[in-house]
């Protein structure tokens, strides 16, 4: 998908897709839902990694080790953050609003995905060496 409609194109597509079927696991009627949903946004994640693709190819080869490196520190914190909100969420709240507000800053990264620029090296393959 990333070579025929562009990285940035694949990583909105992934973004929907984990916010949207994770948002709609807090409103499951039963567990096969649950297991459906849930394996639905383990999908997605796969692609998740287009993001890295695309950070990669704006960075100057000097230092795009160690920025990427780097970048990867997110993943920690951010399973930091989710440990940290259901330890306050779960037990008032429930597992559903757990899931619910997990999906809400993948929702907001939706909207901030219009100022993120198209990779040059797919408008390069794409032809459109203008705009690279």
């Known amino acids: 998908i990333s070579d025929m409609y562009g990285r940035r194109t694949n990583f909105l597509i992934v973004i929907v897709l984990i916010s949207y079927f994770g948002l709609l696991t807090s409103f499951v009627p039963n567990y ?11 999908f997605a994640i796969g692609g998740a ?23 990867q520190l997110f993943w920690a914190l951010g399973s930091s953050f989710e440990i940290t909100l259901a330890y306050f969420v779960l037990p008032p709240l429930g597992w559903r609003w757990l899931v619910g507000l997990s999906s809400v800053p993948l929702i907001a990264s939706v909207f901030l995905i219009a100022i993120l ?3 040059p090296r797919y408008l390069l393959y794409a032809g459109r060496g203008n705009e690279a």
């Open 117 to 119: 620029p198209e990779s």
């Open 32 to 42: 096969t839902w649950l297991l459906l949903l849930r394996g639905l946004v383990g």
């Open 49 to 71: 990694s287009s993001s890295f693709t695309l950070m990669s190819e704006f960075l100057p080869s000097k230092v795009r080790g160690k920025v990427l490196i780097f970048n």
